[in-house]
């Protein structure tokens, strides 16, 4: 026959494990931001999604120091996805001209792709200051834990 001190200590011991396993999991954590570059580009990732640039900008500035990395990507990324649309469209509209069978306006299609080819520039600008400012805030986040 067991002894009832062994007993009630079982049972304290077999409660305890649930309310530390509760206590460890309920520890808030903030998620680090990972960076993924690949021949696509460069991916920004938290929780295992994929961060839009909009949603990035919104994350990142938890410091001045960040927030000023932040600016400089914002800028450049808004002024590369202007650039990159206009030049789509301006090398797409002779092209669905021409698939029509029209006489397509192809100097168009030539400032387009130059469009295109500006926009270049500003897209690793803003993949260079956005990669900076995921980095300072990983590097905030993981001081605080």
Not at 86 to 91: P, R
Request: with cysteine.
């Amino acid at each position: 026959m067991l002894n009832s001190n062994k007993i009630t200590y079982f049972f304290f011991i077999a409660g305890l494990l649930p309310l530390t396993a509760l206590y460890a999991f309920s520890q808030e954590k903030k998620d680090t931001i990972e960076v993924k570059k690949s021949f696509g580009g460069t991916v920004f990732r938290m929780d295992g999604k994929n961060l839009r640039p909009v949603k990035l900008f919104e994350i990142v500035p938890i410091n001045s120091e960040a927030a000023k990395e932040k600016n400089i990507a914002e800028t450049n990324y808004y002024i590369s996805m202007c650039l990159g649309l206009a030049g789509g469209f301006l090398i797409g509209y002779p092209l669905g001209i021409s698939i029509r069978g029209g006489e397509a306006p192809w100097g168009l299609a030539g400032i387009g792709a130059g469009l295109a080819v500006i926009s270049i520039p500003f897209t690793s600008t803003y993949t260079k200051h956005a990669t900076r400012a995921v980095r300072i805030y990983n590097r905030y986040v993981n001081e605080e834990q």
